[in-house]
């Protein structure tokens, strides 16, 4: 069974490669079943894998399956191979299952759309290119997989591209997230010059084996990683394309901007974990960027007005809790946040979805309201969502994992941390039900017109079970083995569960401050963002990075480009061919014709000639 | 004989399209793909184990005795990649110009032939003098296909792209007559043969100036920022054919030239200069890669992508490593074929809505899909994506400098952004955007089949570069050895 490991990523890539070159002639079913099957027979296959390997654990927990070899040159040998462990195992499912349930739930959403084909073509090349990610044995095959994850990235958000908006964001997108990845690049150069592979497994061990812990070659590369990382998560400081990238369709929100792609970064520190643990420093710097973005992006997502921007500017917020549990070595905790929220952001972007798609494309949630009534399913699903985002104690999934990082954030000593994270934590149940109340309670606004169908309503009664029970899966457990065993702990276990139900009273008492400026009936107006005033605005306007970047680099890099544009080299030849014409012209000038001018200089020159004769 | 056969095969075809397109001009296309076709096939007949010194096939035959100088042609794994690229892109490039070719076309075809009987020759030529005969044997006629079917600044473009060509071959006729002298004074008799020229010891100073002399030549034609404004005018102006064999073979004459002449002949005074050439290679990187992005002219964007792709050749020459330069080697493959495609693409577009100007192209997605996915898929191979073959080429080119010079390599590995900046505006300045309101035809079979060879030669140089590898491989070490690399 574990053989048939390769058919994870070719059965979308097939669906891709068909959809590509047939799709047009396609009738919109067959694109059905081709886009949402493809996805479809790979889950089954990941989870007929998932029951071999872990009924048969192989040795040493890793199964490899050696495709072929990329190329072989001065001893660098990378290989087209996959990797099957503990942690690909995990993200093999969430791939593979989130990504089904938002393939068929797209086959409702986007039905009505003209390019049907090509919406499918690349989800399905998404999918590959996620699990040959996640998959990859070598370093320079996980590359190709994150550069091509970012490819379907732009392609998906630039869907629309009849909207120059749409297609600047998709710009937006690819660039900002190719500033980190060439980071990363530099960083598998230092690898390769200093370790001689790329080879997952062959990096950590020889960098164990021949570099001391702190010195400067394992800082640089976890550092440039680190950019990698950064870039492709959203975080500080490369954070600024993820809101605007929520002008792809909705689904594409959902499966790359929430669930899979962006959590890539998480993915490779967690996999690349050995390295930041002879680079402390930089491990700290993981710590401290995840909680600053937490905090940032928890704040720019309570004044959000636009559905999809909350969900956005929460979903950095949150990869800012895996960053934090990385950061402070417990990737386990961040693997397992990682999960569930791919589980409750997916939901809660596909129940966003659905009121857009029920209420014609009305993203601003003050126009919206009362959808409760209309919208039952969706209602239910999407306050489960919300309270796993929020952390509602016990009965979400969102509560466990969230509350590992943090206890783990002060087990390790990281009192400051913790501290952040749990006002971040209050925030974020306070703006997730600020959108709840809004969206679902109070008074009616834009009229629900189309229903969800059950091609959409299943995926999200599935998600918001999954939202909910996903906490009990004990995932940590498994993911020890590979991660690391997690730290000593410096506490007893009265101080976990104390700060569990401090943890707890936190999110209860966010949702209840919610309730209390948003739910009750009489509402006026956006209480938070008008009791902050022009701080709120600029919360609002993602405390003005896209400013402070269009100064700093856009404007300055279209200026030099329009400075240049004529070559400013090409003026050197075309002095010379200017000198030349010159010289021509003034030689020019002596062929007159006249008879007297031609004598005189003659006799000028031969004066000249004998007066040289004479005196030398 | 192969040898001397793989250079007149094509030289006979020119011959005979001329006469034969007058009388229709199918004849003409038609003798000329059958030449480079049977070319193709005598130049695959070649592949095989290397001989000693990593030769594949050599061929001597005396010329001018008494001076040394020989018909002397030699034929390594480095050549082959080179001539089979050549002989491709000719094909190609006869395909791309089926229907954009209606006026003197067996003269068209004439010239096409001796371009690429000179590039032929110039991959293969092992004396001095003969090298330099047909190093300027492919400039008149490459001057000939931009002037005569060239759009509104041909005549400009013409004589610009032929002073500076000119004018560096004779800088190089002198380091050749330079250095043949020096052997005459060491060694008593004159020689032009490569393999004597090698161990001529040189005093520093005439080394460098010497060595410089080759540079010139090969710098104008890769080209070296400062001397590369001749380019953007002569890709612009060609016609689709011209702007392919510039870009795709052209060029790389001058990378093969640094190759197999200038570092190996002068190994010390190489050393001396490749941190000055690296960092040209670096700021060419980027140079080309900004003002790709401020061009508006569609074929000059893509004439500019040359210089900053070519910028990376440059340091991976000078680096000198076996990552850089079998990186360098499949840049030039992988590059020829990229860029080769987007100039196809430049030509059906201006075929069909006679414009190359960017502000003016709109919204073209859903009037050409086809036309817009290739331009999509050749634009990501241009920006170095993963999967195909430039990337490939520059990770290993930028490895391979990492070691011997970081600063330049991080240079070069922003043009990594750079390239992002200046694809992506090119793709979705053309065909997003709101719909245009045309009736285009896509892409015609032809042009699909022209397309698809180069999309599918990139993805395997991408996937599975080896096979090309290892034919180079033999004949990079060798080089290496004799310029005191480290193979």
């Not at chain 1, 079913?29 to 479809?40: D, L, N, Q, R, Y």
């Not at chain 1, 495709?67 to 040159?73: E, G, I, K, N, P």
């Not at chain 1, 895996?322 to 999960?339: D, E, P, Q, T, W």
């Not at chain 1, 999110?507 to 401050?513: C, D, K, P, T, V």
């Given at each position: 069974m574990l053989d048939l490991l390769w058919l994870v990523p070719v059965l979308p890539l097939a669906g891709f490669l068909a959809l590509t070159f047939a799709g047009r002639r396609l009738a919109?079913?067959?694109?059905?079943?081709?886009?949402?099957?493809?996805?479809?027979?790979?889950?089954?296959?990941?989870?007929?894998?998932?029951?071999?390997?872990?009924?048969?654990?192989?040795?040493?927990?890793?199964?490899?399956?050696?495709?072929?070899?990329?190329?072989?040159?001065?001893?660098?040998?990378?290989?087209?191979?996959?990797?099957?462990?503990?942690?690909?195992?995990?993200?093999?499912?969430?791939?593979?299952?989130?990504?089904?349930?938002?393939?068929?739930?797209?086959?409702?959403?986007?039905?009505?759309?003209?390019?049907?084909?090509?919406?499918?073509?690349?989800?399905?090349?998404?999918?590959?290119?996620?699990?040959?990610?996640?998959?990859?044995?070598?370093?320079?095959?996980?590359?190709?997989?994150?550069?091509?994850?970012?490819?379907?990235?732009?392609?998906?958000?630039?869907?629309?591209?009849?909207?120059?908006?749409?297609?600047?964001?998709?710009?937006?997108?690819?660039?900002?997230t190719r500033v980190g990845d060439v980071a990363m690049a530099i960083g598998l150069f230092i690898l390769v010059d200093r370790l001689g592979t790329l080879d997952l497994q062959a990096v950590v061990a020889r960098a164990e084996a021949q570099w001391a812990p702190g010195s400067a070659a394992v800082v640089a590369v976890a550092a440039l990683l680190l950019g990698g990382a950064v870039g492709k998560s959203a975080q500080l400081p490369l954070q600024t394309w993820l809101p605007d990238a929520m002008a792809g369709p909705t689904p594409v929100s959902a499966l790359i901007h929430a669930a899979t792609m962006v959590t890539a970064g998480v993915y490779l520190v967690a996999r690349t974990g050995g390295l930041f643990e002879l680079a402390p420093s930089i491990r700290t710097a993981v710590a401290v960027?995840?909680?600053?973005?937490?905090?940032?992006?928890?704040?720019?997502?309570?004044?959000?007005?636009?559905?999809?921007?909350?969900?956005?500017?929460?979903?950095?917020?949150?990869?800012?809790?895996?960053?934090?549990?990385?950061?402070?070595?417990?990737?386990?905790?961040?693997?397992?946040?990682?999960?569930?929220?791919?589980?409750?952001?997916?939901?809660?972007?596909?129940?966003?979805?659905?009121?857009?798609?029920?209420?014609?494309?009305?993203?601003?949630?003050?126009?919206?309201?009362?959808?409760?009534?209309?919208?039952?399913?969706?209602?239910?699903?999407?306050?489960?969502?919300?309270?796993?985002?929020?952390?509602?104690?016990?009965?979400?999934?969102?509560?466990?994992?969230?509350?590992?990082?943090?206890?783990?954030?002060?087990?390790?000593?990281?009192?400051?941390?913790?501290?952040?994270?749990?006002?971040?934590?209050?925030?974020?149940?306070?703006?997730?039900?600020?959108?709840?109340?809004?969206?679902?309670?109070?008074?009616?606004?834009?009229?629900?017109?189309?229903?969800?169908?059950?091609?959409?309503?299943?995926?999200?009664?599935?998600?918001?079970?999954?939202?909910?029970?996903?906490?009990?899966?004990?995932?940590?457990?498994?993911?020890?083995?590979?991660?690391?065993?997690?730290?000593?702990?410096?506490?007893?276990?009265?101080?976990?569960?104390?700060?569990?139900?401090?943890?707890?009273?936190?999110?209860?008492?966010?949702?209840?401050?919610?309730?209390?400026?948003?739910?009750?009936?009489?509402?006026?107006?956006?209480?938070?963002?008008?009791?902050?005033?022009?701080?709120?605005?600029?919360?609002?306007?993602?405390?003005?990075?896209?400013?402070?970047?269009?100064?700093?680099?856009?404007?300055?890099?279209?200026?030099?480009?329009?400075?240049?544009?004529?070559?400013?080299?090409?003026?050197?030849?075309?002095?010379?061919?200017?000198?030349?014409?010159?010289?021509?012209?003034?030689?020019?000038?002596?062929?007159?014709?006249?008879?007297?001018?031609?004598?005189?200089?003659?006799?000028?020159?031969?004066?000249?000639?004998?007066?040289?004769?004479?005196?030398? | 004989m192969k040898l001397v056969a793989l250079v007149l095969v094509p030289l006979l075809g020119g011959l005979l399209a001329w006469p034969l397109g007058r009388r229709r001009t199918e004849w003409a296309r038609i003798a000329a793909v059958l030449a480079l076709g049977v070319d193709l096939a005598l130049a695959l007949s070649l592949l095989g184990p290397a001989g000693p010194g990593g030769w594949l096939a050599t061929f001597e035959l005396p010329w001018i005795p008494s001076l040394g100088i020989g018909l002397r042609l030699g034929l390594d794994g480095l050549s082959l990649v080179l001539v089979l690229l050549t002989l491709l892109v000719g094909l190609l490039a006869v395909f791309a110009s089926w229907s954009e070719i209606r006026e003197r076309v067996g003269f068209f075809h004439f010239n096409l032939c001796w371009v690429l009987a000179g590039i032929l020759g110039v991959f293969l030529a092992l004396d001095l003098v003969l090298f330099y005969f047909l190093w300027e044997l492919m400039l008149v006629p490459m001057v000939f296909l931009i002037a005569l079917w060239g759009h509104e600044r041909k005549t400009y473009a013409a004589i610009k792209f032929f002073l500076y060509t000119q004018a560096s071959g004779l800088l190089m006729l002198l380091a050749i007559l330079g250095l043949g002298l020096a052997h005459q004074r060491a060694a008593g008799s004159w020689s032009f043969a490569y393999g004597d020229l090698l161990g001529v010891s040189l005093e520093p100073t005439l080394a460098l100036w010497l060595m410089l002399g080759f540079f010139a030549a090969f710098a104008v034609k890769l080209p070296v920022v400062v001397l590369h404004t001749w380019l953007p005018d002569a890709h612009s102006q060609a016609p689709t054919a011209g702007s392919m064999v510039l870009a795709a073979l052209l060029l790389k004459t001058g990378a093969y030239g640094l190759l197999r002449f200038a570092i190996p002949l002068f190994p010390d005074a190489s050393v001396r200069f490749a941190p000055v050439a690296m960092v040209l290679g670096a700021i060419g990187v980027i140079y080309g890669a900004v003002l790709a992005f401020a061009q508006t002219d569609l074929k000059r964007l893509v004439a500019y992508t040359s210089v900053s792709h070519l910028g990376f050749v440059l340091l991976g020459i000078y680096a000198w490593t076996s990552f850089s330069l079998t990186g360098t080697v499949l840049q030039m493959v992988a590059h020829g074929l990229s860029t080769g495609a987007l100039f196809v693409l430049a030509g059906a577009l201006y075929e069909r809505t006679h414009t190359r100007d960017l502000e003016r192209l709109r919204g073209l997605a859903p009037v050409v899909p086809r036309m817009g996915a290739a331009a999509l898929f050749f634009a990501l191979a241009s920006l170095g994506l993963p999967g195909l073959g430039n990337f490939v080429a520059e990770f290993l080119v930028l490895v391979g400098a990492w070691e011997v010079r970081p600063i330049p390599t991080t240079i070069a590995a922003l043009g990594l952004v750079a390239a992002t900046l200046y694809s992506l505006r090119f793709f979705q300045r053309a065909f997003h955007g709101p719909a245009a309101e045309a009736e285009l035809a896509d892409l015609r079979p032809r042009e699909l089949t022209v397309l698809g060879a180069m999309g599918v030669a990139l993805l395997w140089l991408g996937l599975a570069p080896q096979p090309l590898f290892e034919v180079v491989a033999p004949a990079l070490d060798v080089l290496l050895r004799t310029a005191g690399g480290t193979p």
């Open positions: 919109k079913p067959a694109v059905t079943a081709i886009g949402v099957g493809s996805v479809g027979l790979s889950s089954l296959v990941a989870g007929a894998v998932a029951a071999a390997f872990l009924g048969h654990m192989p040795p040493g927990g890793v199964h490899r399956q050696i495709l072929w070899r990329w190329f072989d040159v001065a001893g660098l040998r990378p290989e087209i191979s996959l990797h099957l462990d503990a942690l690909s195992l995990v993200m093999i499912l969430v791939v593979t299952g989130v990504g089904f349930l938002i393939h068929l739930y797209s086959a409702q959403f986007m039905e009505e759309d003209a390019d049907f084909a090509r919406f499918f073509a690349s989800m399905n090349l998404f999918v590959a290119m996620m699990l040959v990610l996640v998959l990859a044995g070598d370093l320079l095959l996980l590359y190709l997989g994150w550069e091509g994850v970012g490819l379907c990235s732009f392609l998906l958000i630039g869907f629309w591209y009849g909207e120059p908006a749409n297609v600047l964001a998709a710009r937006k997108a690819f660039v900002v960027i995840g909680t600053a973005t937490l905090l940032l992006a928890a704040g720019a997502a309570l004044v959000q007005r636009d559905i999809k921007r909350i969900l956005a500017y929460s979903t950095i917020s949150q990869l800012g809790y895996m960053f934090l549990g990385l950061g402070v070595g417990s990737a386990s905790a961040a693997i397992f946040h990682l999960v569930t929220h791919a589980f409750f952001k997916a939901l809660l972007f596909l129940g966003a979805g659905a009121v857009i798609y029920a209420c014609h494309h009305e993203h601003d949630i003050f126009r919206l309201g009362g959808l409760r009534r209309s919208l039952p399913t969706v209602t239910w699903t999407f306050v489960a969502g919300a309270a796993a985002l929020a952390g509602f104690p016990l009965v979400t999934a969102g509560f466990y994992s969230k509350d590992l990082v943090l206890w783990r954030a002060f087990a390790g000593g990281h009192f400051l941390l913790w501290g952040a994270g749990l006002l971040g934590a209050f925030v974020t149940a306070l703006y997730s039900f600020r959108l709840v109340f809004v969206v679902f309670w109070g008074e009616t606004g834009t009229e629900a017109g189309a229903r969800p169908g059950w091609r959409m309503t299943v995926p999200l009664t599935i998600l918001a079970a999954l939202s909910l029970v996903g906490g009990w899966l004990g995932l940590p457990a498994v993911l020890e083995p590979v991660l690391g065993a997690a730290e000593e702990m410096a506490e007893p276990h009265g101080t976990e569960l104390l700060l569990q139900v401090l943890a707890g009273v936190v999110s209860l008492g966010g949702i209840a401050l919610a309730w209390a400026l948003y739910g009750r009936p009489g509402r006026h107006g956006d209480p938070v963002a008008d009791a902050l005033g022009p701080v709120g605005r600029w919360w609002r306007a993602g405390w003005g990075f896209d400013a402070l970047y269009d100064r700093l680099f856009v404007r300055p890099y279209d200026a030099v480009a329009r400075a240049l544009e004529k070559d400013p080299v090409d003026r050197l030849p075309a002095a010379a061919a200017g000198l030349a014409r010159g010289f021509h012209r003034a030689l020019a000038l002596t062929q007159n014709g006249r008879l007297r001018w031609y004598a005189l200089s003659l006799a000028a020159g031969a004066t000249f000639a004998l007066y040289l004769v004479l005196t030398l | -």
